[in-house]
Nanobody, 120 residues
């Protein structure tokens, strides 16, 4: 089992930055951030594996950075140049399989989510 608790969401104006964090009871082999906007399906944002491999959705490449703080067992997502279309509930996820795919079905452990709202 992996317990995940996200924090750091909030409201920001377009062009601003936010840092999301996810406190984990332990790391999975793969850790990821996903998001779900109202009326839309949950989608992958970024994934990082135990050997440091990363992948990003095209929509966030160059703006978001996923990282792990091993001393605190915390997964981070640094978001910059935020756009209104980044508005969503953001979820932390983990799995004990190695994957860099941004696929919801590849992850078995989920947090409760933290809301990010970007205003224009």
């Amino acid at each position: 089992q992996v317990q995940l608790v996200e924090f750091g969401g909030g409201s920001v104006q377009a062009g601003g930055s936010l840092r999301l964090s996810c406190a984990a009871s332990r790391y999975g082999v793969s850790m990821g951030w996903f998001r779900q906007a109202p009326g839309k399906e949950r989608e992958g944002v970024a994934v990082i594996t135990n050997n440091g491999a990363t992948s990003y959705a095209d929509s966030v490449k160059g703006r978001f950075t996923i990282s792990k703080d091993n001393a605190k067992t915390t997964l981070n997502l640094q978001m910059s140049s935020l756009k209104p279309e980044d508005t969503a509930m953001y979820y932390c996820a983990a799995d004990d399989k190695w994957t860099t795919r941004l696929r919801v079905s590849d992850f078995g452990y989920w947090g409760q989510g933290t809301q990010v709202t970007v205003s224009s």
